[in-house]
């Protein structure tokens, strides 16, 4: 009697041991699948979707905007990339920077160190000021205003 209790505990350890085990395999396989998939995202991330129209790539800073005057053919399409070179560390906006025009309704923002994009179709030819608002003293800066110029 003594020997089939012993034998029936052990098979019993044995198989909560058995148990403890798979469970484990099964968290680890888990975790380590969950960590691969993030990784996977985080380093194989598809190209972006290609950009429609001439791209033209504007930087802003707080010295201003690269590009003081773009020249764009009406009725064709345009995309602005709006990039910001400046981090959130900035106290004068937090190192955001808009591009906007009033007369064609386009205000885009560009996050710190980030970029932004507006796509759009002139359809009459002009000139038309672009400015960024949110810092480096605004509108009334000459380097945060610039013109872009719709041509036939």
């Not at 034998?7 to 888990?30: C, D, H, M, P």
């Not at 699948?33 to 504007?58: E, H, Q, T, W």
């Not at 910001?84 to 560009?110: C, F, R, Y």
Request: hydrophobic residues 35%; charged residues 20%.
């Amino acid at each position: 009697m003594k020997q089939s209790t012993r034998s029936t505990r052990k098979e019993a350890r044995l198989k909560k041991q058995r148990i403890r085990s798979t469970i484990f395999i099964v968290i680890v396989i888990g975790v380590l699948g969950l960590a691969g998939f993030y990784i996977k995202s985080a380093f194989f991330r598809p190209p972006p979707a290609p950009l429609a129209g001439n791209v033209i790539d504007v930087s802003a800073s707080m010295g201003g905007f690269d590009k003081t005057e773009i020249r764009v053919k009406v009725g064709q399409p345009v995309t602005i990339r709006l990039t910001s070179m400046d981090n959130s560390a900035h106290t004068d906006g937090g190192g955001k920077h808009q591009w906007a025009i009033d007369e064609l309704a386009l205000d885009m923002v560009a996050q710190p160190e980030g970029s932004n994009t507006v796509t759009f179709t002139p359809t009459k030819t002009g000139s038309y000021n672009y400015y960024c608002n949110i810092c480096c003293g605004g509108r009334a800066n000459p380097s945060m205003n610039g013109t872009l110029i719709v041509e036939g």
